[in-house]
């Protein structure tokens, strides 16, 4: 009888036991899951984060792309343009110059009536030089085609002016320098006025200008 209930004694011993062990196990159970838990929501917050980083990065990067290929369309539209305007001066320089051998021609031709006059000694004074028509003409040309080439110097100053600020992100009231607009113009000089003007360049939202009144940029 002792013996059996020294056995009884041991079981409810042993099923206490049992059920603590079950107990701790399910509480330590329990802490990992909620660990756990919270391991996930912070895995999730930080993947939400990142989303978002990724979108806003590449938001930036597309509006980046777009300003620089807008930089890039209206570089070469300025390109293009000193391009043109290069062509147009030389055809135009070549007209010049065709005219100018012309202007001289009459010019020789009045020295030459002049002198003629005056190897006649004669005590009636020489009449002042008059041009034919045709020399009249060939010098209105050459005026002109001085004018015209002209102009198209200050178009090519403005167009250098304009990459030049495009190209180093300055403002309207920004005044280059000729070595800064060097680089931009052929062989990196300035172009002289044909009719011996003198050029200033102003800020990059004023036309450069001529010291002679009639070579201006139309406004």
Known sequence: MKAKNVFLWLCVLALLGGLLFLYASNRQ????LTAL????QQAE?????????KTSAVEAQNE??????KDNQELFRLRNEIR???EEKQQLTQQARTAQVEVQ???AQAQAARSEVQALRTNVPPPAPVLTPEQQAAAARYGQMQAFACINNLRQLDGAKQQWALENKKTADAIPTARDLAAYLKDGVLPACPGGGAYTLNAVGTNPTCSISAHALPQ
């Open 84 to 86: 043109q305007v290069r």
């Open 45 to 53: 917050k930080l993947r939400a984060e990142l989303e978002q980083a």
């Open 105 to 107: 021609r009459a010019q």
């Open 29 to 32: 159970k329990d802490a990992e």
């Open 37 to 40: 838990r919270e391991e996930k």
């Open 64 to 69: 980046e792309i777009a300003r620089l290929r």
